[in-house]
């Protein structure tokens, strides 16, 4: 069968850096999905992007669809024919609808029972004549923002200016928005030109003839060649931040590397200060010398080539200076500020409508961080982390975090230190903001990662209270993301405070001040539900089996380190010879202890054999020894050291007896053993194999 490849474009005006990756990827798999559901088959799929333009070259399409044979099941044959032997209405009603007749039917057996059957032949059709559809894909995309402009209905990221759409050397023919296909490129906005593709695989070399590098991978490799060869040429370390990396990648057609410099004076300010100024605002990467420290140079990228650098360098430099200048006047300001009159400001601040001002929030929080220090003994350091907790905010009212909100936390360290604030207190207030992302670490002080729970569990509280819970991808407070910092600090600090302590300890603040909109049983059992839900993701990263997952987090948390310890315990051991057998005694106590519906206290003396001793002899044993164990793994193989009495047990004694009084006995024994396993791990829930 004949093979073509397929090229399709959209030129747009300018995308947001953030949305080009994604709406490339976007287009890929929907082409790539739409293919598959037509039957039509391809080869190397190959996607490419710039600010201007996201395309898509699928290498080795075939020129029709595959023919398909199937064969389609229809009434039993009791059905399809009536008592004289003539067809029913079934059986025509079914070959009707897969367009054949009654003279295709043929009777097949399965299980006993025949049932009609006939086969039928699809003839693919040509893919040129289903091409069109791929308009509705265009269509059809979705992004994070959309716009409209003119007088169209359509919503799309950025207005479309050209469209091609190629398949061999023929133009697929369809308009989007009054755009019509054709095989009409557009270059760089001031090196290039408009260019024509005469077929799809040309498509990379002429656009590269124009100044755009169409392939954003091999774009990223150009950068990071530049830089290298930078770092080389001057002696420098310029620390590639990935993410500005992939912004910048995605605002530049044709990348060329260069640098600026900026007034040594301004290295006086914080490190953060510089780097954010840069970074955040002026997407450039900072420079340091080989001992690590900042030098006053920086590095952009141009959309463009090499010619007149130093004009575009002094522009840049312009730009920053004027910026940094800013930061250097908000810093000596904000010196001039006491912490104690910053605080007063937060009394005007509304943290949330329905919550109250930022200043009420930290009072909460305070409260909380209080409790918090007395439950981890903390003694002389509780002073130091209840004045972290009061003054944890207080950076917020200064004009440096005003104008980069990206500092928060780092500027309130600083200013304390200015302000004579113990080093552990200032360090505090950076510390609790941690885990700031999913790939950050969690606090490294106990006074941080304390006043970090606190305010945590009290933003959580604070939201489910008022019944603002993330549903779907729609999580405007972040609040996954706050409830993640909680388990991962709970996690790697291994602290002895359970996730349902912490829940209630979020409310009762809460329920005091009034602010309870709920009833306060819903709200911890939604928290419990949306905690459970982030252990569970916490598991999957570090690659427990789901069915291990579910074991451990079948009641409640507790303690998360421990119930960490526990999945990774059964993780080990799940592949380990005699891990089946055991189990199976395990899950078989679990079982039948289900069926305790009058729990009395165990009575030795209403035994009737010796394996009912042997059994509670040695579960009083193994009780004993699970409660004074400090290890996960300790308590496991004393769970399973029951396996060889539990098996004798059952291999003697009918649990279910007809006495009421000895069943009643037997039952409360497996309720006794069954609790103490559920305590680790829900063991009939795991999957053996």
């Known amino acids: 069968m004949s093979k073509r490849d397929l090229l399709l474009e959209i030129g747009l005006e300018e995308m947001p850096a953030r949305f080009v990756t994604a709406s490339m990827k976007q287009l890929s798999d929907k082409v790539q999905k739409w293919l598959k559901e037509k039957a039509i088959e391809f080869g190397a799929v190959e996607a490419f992007s710039t600010p201007r333009r996201l395309a898509i070259l699928v290498k080795d399409v075939s ?135 005469e077929a799809p695989e040309e ?35 310029i620390p590639v931040d990935e993410d500005l990396l992939e912004e910048v990648n995605n605002l530049v057609e044709y990348p060329t590397v260069l640098f600026g410099h900026f007034e040594e004076e301004f290295l006086e300010l914080p490190a953060e200060v510089l780097i954010t100024s840069m970074k955040e605002h002026q997407r450039y990467f900072p420079v340091k010398d080989q001992d690590g420290k900042l030098l006053a140079f920086f590095v952009t990228v141009r959309n463009g080539d ?101 500092l928060q936390g780092y500027m309130g360290e600083k200013y304390a230190l200015l302000k004579g604030e113990a080093k552990e207190v200032a360090a505090a207030i950076n510390e609790h903001y941690m885990p700031r992302h999913a790939d950050d670490n969690v606090p490294p002080s106990v006074i941080g990662a304390v006043v970090s729970i606190a305010e945590k569990i009290d933003t959580l509280a604070s939201f489910f209270a008022i019944g603002v819970i993330p549903t779907g991808s729609q999580d405007p407070y972040a609040l996954r993301r706050q409830a993640s910092g909680v388990v991962q600090i709970l996690a790697e600090k291994k602290w002895n405070i359970s996730l349902e302590e912490l829940i209630t300890l979020g409310l009762k603040g809460l329920e005091s001040k009034g602010l309870l909109k709920r009833d306060l049983d819903e709200v911890k059992a939604d928290m419990f539900t949306f905690f459970k839900a982030r252990v569970k993701h916490l598991l999957q990263e570090q690659q427990i089996r789901y069915d291990l997952i579910d074991a451990v987090l079948i009641d409640e948390i507790g303690f998360i380190h421990s119930l960490v310890e526990r999945a990774h315990v059964l993780d080990a051991k799940k592949d380990e010879a005699g891990f089946k057998e055991s189990l199976e005694a395990l899950s078989r106590v679990m079982n039948i202890a289900v069926k305790c519906d009058h729990k009395v206290t165990v009575d030795p003396n209403a035994f009737e054999n010796e394996q009912e001793k042997a059994l509670y002899e040695k579960y009083q044993t193994v009780a004993l020894r699970y409660a004074e164990s400090k290890k996960e793994k300790e308590r496991f193989e004393h769970l399973i050291s029951l396996q060889s009495e539990i098996e004798s047990y059952f291999e003697n004694t009918m649990v279910m007896a007809d006495d009421e009084a000895i069943r009643n006995n037997r039952l409360s024994l497996m309720k006794e053993i069954s609790d103490l396993v559920s305590g680790f791990a829900a063991m009939n829930k795991i999957i053996l194999s």
Not at 121 to 142: C, D, N, V, Y
Not at 214 to 235: C, T, Y
């Open 63 to 197: 020129e029709s669809q595959k023919d398909i044979e199937e064969e389609a099941k229809g009434p039993a044959k009791k059905i399809a024919l009536d008592s004289e032997g003539n067809w029913s209405k079934a059986a025509l009603g079914f070959v009707r609808g897969q367009g054949m007749t009654a003279e295709d039917i043929y009777f097949k057996e399965l299980k006993g029972i025949e049932y009609a059957h006939v086969n039928k032949f699809i003839k693919g059709q040509p893919t040129s004549q289903l091409l069109s559809e791929l308009q509705e894909i265009i269509s059809g995309m979705t992004f994070p923002k959309n716009m409209r402009w003119a007088n169209q209905d359509l919503r799309f990221v950025r207005p479309i200016k050209w469209l091609i759409a190629l398949f061999g050397n023929e133009v697929v023919p369809f308009s989007i928005a009054d755009v019509e296909t054709g095989r009409e490129t557009k270059g760089h906005r001031f090196l290039g030109e408009v260019a024509m593709i």
């Open 306 to 406: 090499d010619r007149h650098l130093e004009k575009v360098s002094k522009g840049n430099e312009k730009v920053l200076r004027a910026r940094l200048s800013d930061a250097a006047f908000f810093f000596k300001e904000d010196q001039k500020k006491e912490i104690a009159d910053a605080l007063k400001k937060l009394d005007s601040i509304v943290y949330h409508e329905e919550i109250g001002t930022l200043a009420e929030k930290t009072a909460r929080v305070t409260a909380v961080t209080g409790v918090l220090a007395d439950a981890l003994n903390l003694k002389g350091e509780k002073d130091l982390a209840l004045r972290a907790a009061e003054i944890a905010k207080f950076d917020l009212v200064s004009h440096m975090v005003y104008e980069f909100p990206e």
């Open 203 to 237: 498509y990379e070399a002429t656009l590269r003839d124009q100044f755009v590098m169409a392939n954003p991978d091999k774009r990223r490799s150009v950068i990071l060649e530049q830089i290298k060869s930078l770092e080389q040429e001057k002696g420098w370390i």
